[in-house]
């Protein structure tokens, strides 16, 4: 179970909320990354981006739609979402 | 145990929020205490023209955190009765954007399972909120770091 994808690497959708998803200009990627990555790779990821310019800082992390340390391990087929600071209630 | 949410799932409704509906869920018999907590939508003196909030949410997230919120209210009061929606999308200014229900036999628990249900919704639920003005224009309001 779990591993990497045929040619190595671990596949995980990215996704992009209120402010940061604006500042970005989008609200989903792709990524691979390589193996051994963890929740923080995905963000720092984001935040390599061309297309990044200023993000705002200190996003939570989520994988499979729970909250997230950034040294949680990534499998083929995650989740990830960047969480900007929440405003719900 | 915990009642069925309408319009968008168990937990997030992009309609408007069913007060009476919240209150017969958590009634019973048995349940001497009931509290309801109504999240409105305001304008404070520094928003300026405020018309509503639009609520935005990480849907499948929001319904999986508020419906382990809700179990744990269950595990720290376990004679209660709980019930909550959160609306997404655009509120209106004095329309409910969050509303809680909780009922116990005796009405220090309904008190206590109520608080904490609400701290915990603004806490961890991935739910952002952008005020929107009479005049046009829009302004994401400053959350707080989620936590889990």
Known sequence: MSGGGAAGGIRVSILLFATFAEAA?????????????????????????????RLP??????????????????????EVAVIPPVAGG | MWAMGGGGGRWLTDQPIDVAALL???????????????????????DGDVAAIEYTAYDAMA??????????????????????????????LGEASVAIAAAAPHRADAYAASRWLIEEVKRRAPIWKKERFASGGARWVEGHTGGG
Do not use: C, M
């Not at chain 1, 989903?28 to 990354?33: C, D, G, K, W, Y």
């Not at chain 1, 800082?57 to 499998?75: D, E, F, I, T, W």
């Not at chain 2, 319904?63 to 655009?90: K, N, Q, S, Y």
């Open chain 2, 63 to 92: 319904e999986a955190e508020l419906g382990r919120i809700a179990e744990e209210a269950l595990a720290r009061w376990p004679d209660a009765r709980v019930a909550l929606r959160h609306r997404t999308g655009v509120v209106p």
């Open chain 1, 25 to 53: 200009g989008r609200d989903r990627l792709e990524a691979v990354l390589p193996d051994g990555a963890v929740a923080g790779d995905a963000l720092a990821f984001v935040r390599s981006q061309p297309w990044a310019g």
């Open chain 1, 57 to 78: 800082p200190s996003p939570a992390l989520a994988v499979n739609l729970r909250y997230a340390k950034p040294g949680l391990a990534l499998r083929d087929g995650d």
């Open chain 2, 24 to 46: 017969a869920d958590v009634a019973a018999a048995g349940r001497g205490g009931t509290v309801v907590f109504l999240g409105t939508v305001r304008r404070s003196s520094e």
